[in-house]
């Protein structure tokens, strides 16, 4: 079983954010300091570590963004209660992230202590763990489900309630995107577990998913709606599900089979979408640093759907 999902910005970071949590965890100095109420999730917040000069406040407002974006992407906050555990050390910024399912949800993200309100609004990892908690637990072999995940829905979700621009996406999706595709020897998703196929790899599945879901569809649905009836019937980090069934339930939502097909066409097989004919279908493109789109390309309707702000 998959006990843990995380992103690592850092190796040598979570080393350091590895022994502090362990020190903590031996003296026993973790303190509950705060909480969230949404409206319909308790979120518990902790810290450990050296924390002395951390702005608890603008700590908490990070927290809250991000469950923001989060419960607003799926409808609804994946779970009823979630502890997040901020483990304190020095610098800026957070700097990595790992969700849990151990005595309900947990959420431990390194921060550090100098951290200001700047620093953690260009914070990702947040929202990454956050969207973690909407995912049932799956086997090892499926990661690249769980962190493509997390990699494709947390720019979407904070782009949706204006945390971060269209632009700023579809900038770093040409960009990156080409880091999920395979590489000579490999033998699909579901038997390929470099960091490139898990993260990356996994993002491209569900950007495809979504843009399949919006054709079949006439753009009346998209990823968006398959994972919002997952969490609805009960599927968060807390239970683990069967990767079909949690798939099958998806596409029940949009009347479609696209999760099952490109999870059938991707997982044992090296897949190697056009990128470039994606991201021209869809008229975005890299200009520069910076990316123009094209609202006359054939699917830009449904590019600018992926980003848009949707009802409860
Ligand atoms: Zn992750």
Redesign the pocket.
Known sequence: MSSM???VALLAVLAGNALIAAAAEKSGSSSATGEIRLTDATIEINYTGNAAGMDRNEVREWIAASANAVQSYYGRFPVSRVRIRIEAGEGHGARS?T?YAYNGALIRVGVGRYSDSADLKRDWIMT??MV?LAMPEFSDRHAWL??GL??YVEPVARVQVGQLTEEKIWRDMLQDMPKGLPAPGDQGLDNTHTWGRT?WGGALFYLLADVRIRERTGNRAGLQDALRAIVANGGNVEVSWDVRRTLAMGDQATGTNVLIGLYDEMRATPVSPDLSQLWQRLGVRLSHDSVEFDDAAPLAAIRRAITARRGG
């Open positions: 999902r995380c992103v992230g969700t990454h763990e973690h769980e962190e997390a990699t993260y």
